[in-house]
């Protein structure tokens, strides 16, 4: 029995800290990519992931019911809101001209957007 | 006496599983809404006892009479397999996309990027707005912009040199669409989803080089 909670703990707390790691390299990511959407998506999805494997750990280190549902819920929140955040910021980024569109190869959002005007 | 409370299986004009408040404003509350939001308490409580769960119906319902949500058919279905297989493609997707996002991000080379459009075939808000949270949460690009009339999404997508990624960005937002709709969508959301991909728009590509 005992063997198998170490394995558990053990294994708990590698998945805690491959998160974390992830998490370290989404932030990485968010210093050299160069423009918002760019680091809008090193913002978003391997935090996500690293979020997402965190909770695992945790999860495997509880090993109670409630406190299960209780991570899940707060995995179900993480994926549910990041994208909402993220499109939002990227949405304001592209609207208030914060992506310089020389650097995009090509764009046609634009194309539509000046078709309207 | 004037009756205060009416319930969906008696009176057609409310949606299913709701009642109406007839007072001075009227309110209609949606009952699986509530049922959620209580669930969401008492999950938050870590413990599920008797307490936790009174006041959570009665916070749901004071949330829902406080900020009444207005009414929309929402087309919701859960398909269990579905929903399955939704997860498991997006635990994959999610897996491979850390692992792209990180190589981009130590590649020394500058990235092109690109704007591209992807028009969807389902119509419904609910599944577009499914589909786009999805999306994010995968590999190819993040979403700038969704157009509503036309069901067309807009994504950022790094690393947009070669034909063959774009197509696979598209083709990547087209399966996710289906496994979405075939999780959450109406029969005739997944009828239209099992009709191939509208064509893409032509763009003449310029080269900001």
Known sequence: MNVWFLILDTAGAVLVFTGAAICLLGVIGMLRLPDVLSRSHAATKPQTLGMLLVLAGVALRLRSGMDLATLGLIGFFQLMTGPVAAHLVARTAYRTGQVDHGELLFDELDEQLTEEN | ?209
């Open chain 2, 1 to 209: 006496m004037k009756r205060l409370l009416r319930l969906s299986f008696r009176n057609k004009d409310l949606p299913p599983f709701s009642c109406e408040f007839v007072g001075r404003r009227r309110r209609v509350l949606d009952l699986p809404l509530i049922a959620w939001l209580t669930l969401i308490w008492v999950l938050l409580w870590s413990s599920p006892n008797w307490v936790n769960l009174l006041t959570g119906a009665v916070v749901a319902v004071a949330v829902c009479l406080a900020f009444p949500l207005p009414r929309v058919d929402l087309g919701l279905r859960l398909h269990p397999w579905g929903i399955l297989m939704l997860a498991g493609y997006l635990l994959y997707d999610m897996y491979t996309s850390g692992v792209r996002v990180t190589r981009q991000v130590f590649t020394d080379y500058p990235h092109r990027a690109a704007v591209i459009a992807v028009p969807l075939r389902c119509r419904t808000d609910l599944m577009l707005a499914a589909t786009a949270v999805a999306v994010s949460n995968v590999p190819g690009g993040s979403v700038v912009e969704v157009r509503r009339a036309t069901a067309t999404v807009f994504l950022h997508v790094l690393d947009a040199d070669s034909p063959a990624v774009l197509d696979a960005a598209r083709r990547s937002v087209w399966r996710l669409e289906r496994l979405t709709v075939r999780a959450f969508g109406t029969s005739d959301e997944i009828a239209r989803v099992a009709e191939p991909p509208p064509p893409i728009p032509a763009h003449d590509r310029k080269d900001g080089a």
